[in-house]
């Protein structure tokens, strides 16, 4: 692998390209903060995507994307004279290390568990930190990923199921009222209901150590993939598949399942 000197090498080629792109490309010129903002939630998902699959050609492009923006942001607040990008260097070195006074202090630790659990608490006494163990959960997150977020600093707040298994309980209690609601036919206590169900099976996810965003997004592909295979199927048949019955689709679809498998 590339010695240190070589990876700041080419961390240095990167700010000397941002330089020039940032003083001759007309369209680099002219970007703000809020014109990168969409490209940059667009270049996560992309790298989530590529992380999903396994790709790491594709892990390696993505991280470039990301990291050039985080680059570009920096070069736009210099040129403000609000920060640089030594200074957000400096920013996560710092915490960092005062987060992690079992590596760069006194402190001992006998699992990862109890790292997590010292992380928040150390959060909440940061200088200008969160005043709440929530209150660090981005409002602006999917509500997936946000469930999952909150269940997990809920937990290394110590409020979490002593008996993991209990939870199923819970899911079931849900279930129940989501159904009861459904014979109402009132779609606000509906919507609610399916919010708790959701909720609850998140809660499931995090206790047997499976990410939900990662697990729904598998399926996704899983259904993409079947999907397409019944598709293509479908049309070698000289059909599409609205003019397809549901019981001619399902045999593309379990072939699909069986390549799957093989």
């Known amino acids: 692998m590339n010695t240190k000197e070589e990876k700041m090498q080419a961390f240095g080629r990167l700010l000397d390209v941002m330089d020039e792109l940032r003083e001759k490309c007309p369209w680099d010129k002219k970007q703000t903060n809020e014109s990168l903002r969409t490209n940059t939630i667009e270049e996560t998902f992309e790298l989530c995507e590529a992380i999903i699959k396994n790709d790491n050609d594709e ?8 990291l050039l923006h985080i680059v570009f942001y920096s070069k736009i607040a210099e040129e403000k004279g609000v920060f640089d990008i030594k200074d957000v260097c400096d920013a996560i070195c710092d915490k960092l290390i005062f987060r992690h006074p079992h590596v760069f202090g006194t402190e001992s630790v006998e699992n990862s568990k109890q790292v997590e659990h010292n992380w928040e608490q150390i959060k909440l006494k940061e200088s200008g930190g969160h005043k709440t163990v929530l209150e660090g959960v981005p409002t602006s997150l999917p509500a997936l990923p946000k469930a999952h977020r909150i269940q997990d600093k809920a937990r290394n707040a110590g409020f979490d199921w002593t008996v993991k298994e209990d939870v199923w309980d819970k899911v079931q209690e849900e279930f129940t009222e989501l159904k009861q609601e459904i014979n109402q036919l009132d779609k ?21 150590k499976i990410n939900p965003d990662n697990a729904l997004e598998r399926t996704n592909q899983k259904f993409i993939s079947r999907f397409n295979y019944m598709e293509q199927k479908a049309l070698q ?18 072939e699909a399942k069986i390549i799957e498998r093989i």
């Not at 892990?59 to 990301?66: A, H, N």
């Not at 048949?237 to 379990?254: A, C, H, Q, R, V």
């Open 188 to 208: 606000d206590k509906i919507e609610a209901e399916f919010g708790d169900l959701f909720f609850s099976l998140v809660n499931a996810a995090r206790l047997y």
């Open 237 to 254: 048949t000289g059909k599409s598949l609205k003019e397809m019955t549901l019981d001619e689709m399902e045999i593309f679809w379990n």
């Open 59 to 66: 892990i390696k492009k993505e991280l470039g994307d990301v």
